[in-house]
T-cell receptor, first 114, second 114 residues
């Protein structure tokens, strides 16, 4: 059981380049999320999705776009990378039952923009 | 915006010592989770608490949810080097919210020295 899989694991981009990060989950979760993690700032929500075909902005959405064409996949795009987007990106999926929201994370993508 | 503040931000202790990490907010959460993250990995769920005053134990780890469901604590007894990692608390969105998004604290970096 793979859980949440992110690709790629590492990437170096030049300023202005574009790229797409792929997240795939095999747990049939409705909710999926993209976070970025920077030193001393914890996890900050970029975008999230509550189901196939739906997306919404999180805390720090500027410079990113997302798509959820299939329930199991959640894509994060950077149209024109900037050095401020150097970070570790985590995808997560979660279920919500009763009062519980529990998330499962991928291993992360370390992105450096030079 | 629901904010979660964790303290302390950094903690370095000797093997065998006890410690407590705090997670505080001015907002009420429907559930609260604790995650542990090791270098190069994504956060891994340790426990979920949903009832005010709830206490859960996981071997040497004791988790407590505040009576008002605004805060939580993690107590580790007789810490071991294997407990080293970044501990993150996360609050589940309000039950009346439109999305079950998680709000993360900034984390406590724990180092247990042998």
């Amino acid at each position: 059981n793979a859980g949440v899989t992110q690709t790629p694991k590492f990437r170096v981009l030049k300023t202005g380049q574009s790229m797409t990060l792929l997240c795939a989950q095999d747990m049939n979760h409705e909710y999926m999320y993209w976070y970025r993690q920077d030193p001393g700032m914890g996890l900050r929500l970029i975008h999230y999705s509550v189901g196939e075909g739906t997306t919404a902005k999180g805390e720090v959405p500027d410079g990113y776009n997302v798509s959820r064409l299939k329930k199991q996949n959640f894509l994060l795009g950077l149209e024109s990378a900037a050095p401020s987007q150097t970070s570790v990106y985590f995808c997560a999926s979660s279920y919500y039952r009763g009062l519980r929201t529990e998330a499962f994370f991928g291993q992360g993508t370390r992105l450096t923009v030079v | 915006t629901q904010l979660l503040e964790q303290s302390p931000q950094f903690l370095s202790i000797q093997e065998g010592e006890n410690l407590t990490v705090y997670c505080n907010s001015s907002s009420v959460f429907s559930s609260l989770q604790w995650y542990r993250q090791e270098p190069g990995e994504g956060p891994v769920l340790l426990v979920t608490v949903v009832t005010g005053g709830e206490v859960k134990k996981l071997k040497r780890l004791t988790f407590q949810f505040g009576d008002a469901r605004k805060d939580s604590s993690l107590h580790i007894t007789a810490a071991q080097p294997g407990d080293t990692g970044l501990y993150l608390c996360a609050g589940g969105g309000p039950s009346s919210g439109s999305a079950r998004q998680l709000t993360f604290g900034s984390g406590t970096q724990l180092t247990v020295l042998p």
